[in-house]
């Protein structure tokens, strides 16, 4: 069974950085995408940027968060700068398997992130 594991959450304020990283218990090289998910309270939980061949960020990201892969710690980070209030939410790292045209989506436990006024 796949695990991801986050660390890296915690208490910011507006304006400040933090670092989020997803260790897979597999090579990252087995799976088709791998990327970063949020949720806020009452809200669904959206993307917040993946990475594949290339990367994809969420338009309210663009510019302040960058996703990056780690091959050798099987890792993939997620780094937030210049963090804004409405950035609040439990962050997911997310891994997607694709085989034989089936695709497993695998999520971590969460990690809380908030953003102080």
């Known amino acids: 069974q796949v695990q991801l594991v986050e660390s890296g959450g915690g208490l910011v304020q507006a304006g400040g950085s933090l670092r989020l990283s997803c260790a897979a218990s597999e090579s990252i090289f087995s799976f088709h995408v791998m990327g970063w998910y949020r949720q806020a309270p009452g809200k669904q939980r959206e993307l917040v940027a993946v990475?594949?061949?290339?990367?994809l960020y969420a338009d309210s990201v663009k510019g302040r968060f960058t996703i990056s892969t780690d091959n050798a710690k099987n890792t993939v980070v997620l780094q937030m700068n210049s963090l804004k209030p409405e950035d609040t939410a439990v962050y997911y790292c997310n891994a997607r398997r694709r085989r034989l045209g089936v695709y497993t989506d695998y999520w971590g436990q969460g990690t809380q992130v908030t953003v102080s006024s």
């Open positions: 990475a594949s061949s290339s990367t």
